[in-house]
């Protein structure tokens, strides 16, 4: 995707050395960016799916508590003393690695390091957060201090689903990702959906671009319309008929009070079917 | 890269400063690396560049075109322009007055004038029982005091968050792993931490309700330090968005933004645009487990229906919307109006707000 904003963000992040926060509507494909650009580096992706509760043992390292014990128990039978075995379960093997660690201890080319819906992680995190993206190191009581040899590209996304915290927005650079314009999803449907015609991808998306406009209380992603495109093909679809728009409507509209509203309007006319 | 491009970066960073973005003069020095980055040969270039550096949050982004077209304008450069943003309109006086003196009736409380003596309990029944537009300036510490004490039932409830704990539910690996090394089958347990409510606030400030919701926006004040999501609006013909200007730790620049930020701090009032606004732009902040709070007297200028829609969609989106009105207060009163019959099917809890007693009563409505 050729978007200057996108390519223009993308290129300053790298260059300055800055995470980039993406915000933007769910489905505009804010993940993807970041998948995309591990592609165009040849490089891993590491991706921290975040969620309310998740704590710093979760992303960063946890301790492989079956296995020590396991080992313990083994020490034990062969008679060895407690300060050995201890030397030795608080060892990099018994060490799990969660996504933040394993960006930071990464090993070859520095991969780009996703974390994903971080709106949705509690204030605590995001404080946590911030430490661990402001020097790239960890310390372990146990190892001692693990240090990033390259600055993983980090990539954060956001469904502003609450408000960020001032100190994170200023240490990040910014991309706000809207809805796509008509030629742009078009693009986008014939390069993802090839199996779609030019005239039934054209009335598919000029129907979605309507619906953004009006007063949804979810309004369709690309994701979504990749998704209606994909299953009126399957049903051989060349145009739009409001028969074929009952029928797969749930793939676009997925909230229920609105799919009575689509519905209502296309049955009254009001939605007018052919492409723009 | 020229030195006029440099002058007029700093400039252009010096001007969204001004109008209240938050630049600091390490985003100057990354927005000259930016434009090194990129070149100066394409102005659409500069501009993305500078735009993903400088702005940090989807509203700005009208802000920033503004000054960019003024800083980067092709002939000569704007300094000392007076053109004014498109996002300050000029502010009505009177309501920066207003509010002025609402923040200053907590510390002089002699140029009141007050002549009764006010108890300092909070549980005299006298003063939990009085109407909030009879309130003398000393009673606000009475607000916050109870404000704190909900906060801090609020935050008890359990999260998915873990904490140690004797008598846990879970046992906790990592300190029993610690403890294993003396003595094998030690338990340690954990529980929940606890979680955080959400709560949404959209308050009426048009006309009688302005007071009450004066009232309402300070107990939620006090709240937001402790509850950490606490979302507040106000609205009389526009919704605005206050979170940002009550979480600022200093009352001071609570007010000077507030008062920058609702200009229609009285006036008609358009319930169901206000929702429908709220809706459309911030219906994301509410989920089935954010309990929405609408302060109002339900006076609605607009139409009916649109606000019963929008109260429906509310609803169906919440954990529980709680309508305060403080006129159930006064003992004739019957919510007869038609915005107020619109709304009603929809509110899980229909309650006044007009003093202590009531804001008190809020907590069991919040938490359960």
Known sequence: MADPAIATSLHLALELHKPLLIEGHAGVGKTEIAKVLARLLATDLIRLQCYEGLDANTALYEWNYARQLLHIRLQERDGHAPAEAEAKIFSEPFLLKRPLLQAIAHEGRPPVLLVDEIDRSDEEFEAFLLEVLSDFQVTVPELGTIRARERPHVILTSNRSRELSDALRRRCLYLFIDHPPFEKELMIVRRKVPGASEELAAEIVSLVQRLRRAKLAKLPGVSETLDWAEALVVLHAAHLTPELIGETLGCLVKDEADLRKVRGDIEAGRLPLGAA | ?368
Request: hydrophobic fraction near 40%.
């Open chain 2, 1 to 368: 890269m020229t030195a006029d491009l440099v002058r007029r970066t700093v400039a252009l960073c010096r001007d969204l400063r001004g109008r209240g973005m938050m630049v600091t003069t390490a985003h100057a020095i990354d927005a000259i690396r930016a434009l090194r980055c990129v070149g100066m040969e394409s102005r659409e270039r500069v501009y993305l560049a500078l735009r993903c550096v400088l702005v940090a949050r989807p509203e700005e982004v009208e802000i920033f075109d503004d000054a960019f077209a003024m800083a980067f304008a092709p002939s000569s450069p704007p300094e000392g322009s007076t053109r004014v943003s498109r996002r300050s309109p000029p502010r009505d006086p009177a309501v920066v007055s207003s509010l002025r003196s609402w923040g200053e009736q907590g510390s002089d409380s002699e140029e009141q004038g007050d002549p009764e003596p006010v108890p300092a309990a909070s549980d005299m029944p006298a003063v939990v029982q009085k109407d909030f537009s009879a309130f003398g300036a000393d009673e606000l510490a009475d607000i916050q005091r109870i404000a704190s004490r909900i906060a801090r039932r609020l935050a008890a409830r359990p999260s998915r968050r873990w904490a140690p704990d004797r008598r846990g539910r879970r046992i906790d690996l990592r300190r029993t792993m610690r403890r294993a090394l003396a003595e094998p089958l030690d338990l340690r347990f954990r529980r929940r931490k606890p979680r955080k409510t959400r709560i949404v606030a959209i308050c009426d400030v048009s006309g009688s309700m302005d007071l009450y919701s004066q009232f309402l926006l300070q107990f939620l004040y006090a709240l937001q330090g402790t509850v950490a999501r606490v979302e507040s609006f106000v609205f009389s013909t526009v919704l605005r968005r206050v979170t940002g200007v009550l979480r600022q730790p200093d009352y001071a620049w609570v007010l000077r933004g507030l008062s920058a930020e609702v200009h229609d701090w009285s006036g008609g009032t358009r319930i169901g645009e206000s929702l429908a606004a709220f809706n459309q732009e911030w219906g994301r902040l509410v989920d089935r487990r954010t309990v929405v709070v609408i302060l109002s007297d339900g006076w609605d200028t607009g139409d009916p229906s649109l606000l019963g829609a929008e109260m429906e969609l509310l609803q169906r989106r919440s954990r529980r919307v709680v309508w305060l009105n403080p006129l159930l207060g006064s003992a004739d009163y019957q919510p007869l109006t038609q915005g107020m019959q619109a709304a009603l099917p929809h509110v899980s809890v229909f309650a006044p707000a007009h003093n202590l007693a009531a804001l008190r009563a809020l907590e069991r409505h919040l938490l359960s």
